[in-house]
């Protein structure tokens, strides 16, 4: 889950605590840290949000700065190299699977849904025979996003899990919103409909194919696809996680709302997903030629974002560097990754804005300042 407009947050101040920095060595060029640090709390008191961590890496060089409390009760900060669930981050895991497929000979971009997924897309929300998998891939299927139909307004809502195939029909029921290829509307039943297309292809889950050809491949230890229905909390360091429902703000770390779908399953630190982003945008992990057509880019009319790819947001920072990446919001956490080549940013916090405070909350702003701190003016890989 996904991405969602930015539900609630405190309505009281928050108390912000002196940020600290962890470096694995000096960074290549002045690092604002003070200046970053003041900013990141005053990103917090504006959006309502408990805490934070931003995470920026150049190459070997990693600066954590901490915000906020990881921990209300406890008064304590984020905890170094924190892991959280990173929601629709995992669309971008899940998108290089399927082009690692492509670069094998496995699937094709341009061909029908139906020829992977017999009969299963069908209805007024969708004709498989007509929709294909770069549709699926860059949200331009016109299928419906079955997550606001669902009524998650409680916490017994986000503890009943449902079969993926039943949310499938969930939104293959609603009228389908344009004519395939027509235009760009999000929508998670895309990355369902791919985490089934690439079990029927590899007869293996999505979790395990994440995890043979991306998780283990990069070493990322602090990424893993929780083992839903079984896995409730969350493995290793990790802040407290919080969300309010009317006007009470609950604790709800260890509840999983997400059930362990492909559109928003995972759990990542700051560190890994930057490791990742890299490496996919330096072809370290989906080939050139399959790479490049991941950055193909639809125009689109979203705030900051310049054209969505297969699985990837492009934007422009304010001092003219293009980079890539995706964000995520689940019920109690909220990411958001940017990166080139050689340098990238993950801010990730433990509450999503509620809408009231989200006209407040740019974390955009402060992942841009970040990236251009570091003096990176490359382009994401070699076009």
Same mark, same amino acid.
């Given at each position: ?47 309502? *949000?408990?805490?934070?961590?931003? *995470?920026?890496?150049?190459? $070997?060089h990693e600066i954590q700065l901490d915000g906020g409390f990881g921990d ?20 971008? !895991? ?14 094709? /971009? ?45 916490? #017994?809502?986000?503890?009943?899990s449902r079969p993926v195939h039943e949310l499938i029909d969930i939104a293959?029921?609603?009228?389908? /919103? ?24 590899? +007869? ?34 990790? =802040? ?20 362990? %779908?492909?559109? +928003? #399953? ?5 560190? $890994? ?6 490496? %996919?945008?330096?072809?370290? /992990? *989906?080939?050139?030629?399959? !790479? ?35 964000? +995520? ?25 509620? /809408?009231?405070?989200?006209?407040? !909350?740019? =974390? ?9 701190? %570091? ?9």
């Open positions: 889950m996904r991405f969602t407009a930015a539900l609630s947050v405190a309505t009281s101040t928050v108390l912000v605590m002196s940020a600290f920095v962890v470096s694995c060595a000096p960074p290549p060029v002045q690092f604002p840290r003070v200046e970053l640090e003041s900013d990141l709390n005053q990103l917090l008191r504006d959006g309502n *949000v408990p805490g934070a961590q931003l *995470v920026a890496t150049d190459g $070997d209300l009760a406890a008064e304590t900060p984020f905890p170094d190299a924190a892991r959280v669930r990173i929601a629709s981050n995992t669309k971008a !895991f899940v998108a290089a699977v399927v082009m690692q497929l492509v670069s094998e000979g496995r699937a094709a /971009l341009d061909v029908a849904v139906e020829h992977y997924l017999p009969g299963m897309v069908t209805g007024p929300g969708g004709d498989g025979n007509r929709i294909t998998l770069r549709q699926l891939l860059s949200h331009t299927s016109g299928i419906p996003d079955y997550l606001p139909l669902l009524g998650l307004s409680s916490e #017994a809502d986000l503890q009943r293959l029921a609603q009228p389908a /919103l344009f004519e395939p290829g027509a235009e760009f509307r999000y929508s998670n039943t895309n990355y369902l409909l791919l985490g089934q297309v690439v079990e029927r292809i590899t +007869g293996a889950s999505i979790a395990d194919e994440v995890t043979r050809r991306v998780i283990r491949p990069l070493g990322l230890t602090d990424t893993y696809w929780p083992d839903y229905p079984t896995e409730q909390t969350i493995r290793g360091p990790h =802040p407290r996680a919080y969300h309010y429902f009317g006007d009470g703000r609950v604790d709800i770390t260890d509840i999983d709302p997400n059930w362990g %779908l492909p559109d +928003g #399953a995972m759990v990542s630190s700051g560190r $890994d997903l930057n490791r990742f982003f890299t490496a %996919l945008l330096s072809d370290r /992990l *989906v080939p050139a030629a399959e !790479f490049a057509e991941m950055t193909k880019t639809i125009a689109v009319h979203l705030p900051g974002i310049s054209g969505v790819g297969l699985g990837l947001f492009r934007r422009t920072t304010s001092c003219g560097l293009e980079v890539w990446g995706h964000n +995520g919001a689940i019920y109690g956490f909220s990411v958001l990754v940017a990166a080139t080549a050689t340098s990238a940013v993950t801010i990730s916090f433990n509450q999503m804005p509620r /809408l009231s405070d989200a006209a407040r !909350f740019e =974390p955009t702003v402060l992942v841009d300042k970040a990236l251009c701190a %570091l003096g990176n003016q490359a382009t994401p890989s070699r076009r």
